[in-house]
């Protein structure tokens, strides 16, 4: 019986694959170029070591890596203690998990700009986000690619759209299309935005 480990790294392989063998038509069906890979939460060891292994320059494919965490703490460095006040108000709760939400996704845009600003004419850019766990218990991946979604990220030369590939520690729940379990929270269950699984 294969392991878990093996299970985990032929579904990078393939999803590996399929960014080299379709990158022109990804996000074509289903109108965002993102990518779900979802991956078991106590995989994230594993899962990181062959991004650093594996995501790099293959043929004229380049990754850029966004890490969520360190994206999340910076935007709220120095901020922390009023941030959780808000968030424990029960009336302004709502919406400043809505304000910081907005303020992740327009720091990753900006993020995913300046990481495409040099990318070369004949360079295939693909942007990967990981530690998204980070998003945790203010949003989740879903609702931060809708936000992100006002913005596509772009090839700074030829302009064509440039694919997302998001690591999602999550489940998938059995004989179900499109659903997964963001960290494998029955609470966190929520549907891909757009974009296709893999």
Known sequence: MRSHSNDLEQHFGDMLRRLQDAYDSIGHSSGRPYLYFVYKPEHDP??????????????????????LLDL???????????????????????NASQ???????????????????P?????????????????????????????????EPRHPHTKRIVPVV????GTRPPQTSREYLFLGL??????????EEV
Request: hydrophobic share 40%; net charge neutral; no cysteine.
């Open 119 to 151: 990318v070369e004419v004949t360079t295939r850019p693909i942007v990967v986000l990981q530690g998204m766990a980070a998003l945790h218990p203010i949003g989740n991946p879903t609702n931060l690619m809708e936000a992100v979604a006002e913005q």
């Open 186 to 195: 029955e609470e966190q269950r929520l549907t891909f935005y757009r974009g």
């Open 72 to 94: 999340t703490l910076d935007s709220l460095k120095d901020h922390e203690e009023r941030r959780t006040k808000i968030l424990n108000d029960p009336v302004t709760g709502s």
């Open 99 to 117: 304000s910081i939400l907005r303020l992740w996704a327009r720091r990753l845009s900006t993020k995913i700009t300046e990481l495409l600003a």
């Open 166 to 169: 998001l690591l999602v520690p």
């Open 46 to 67: 594993h899962l990181r070591r062959l991004v650093k292994e594996q995501m790099h320059p293959i043929d004229n494919l380049q990754f850029l890596h966004v890490d």
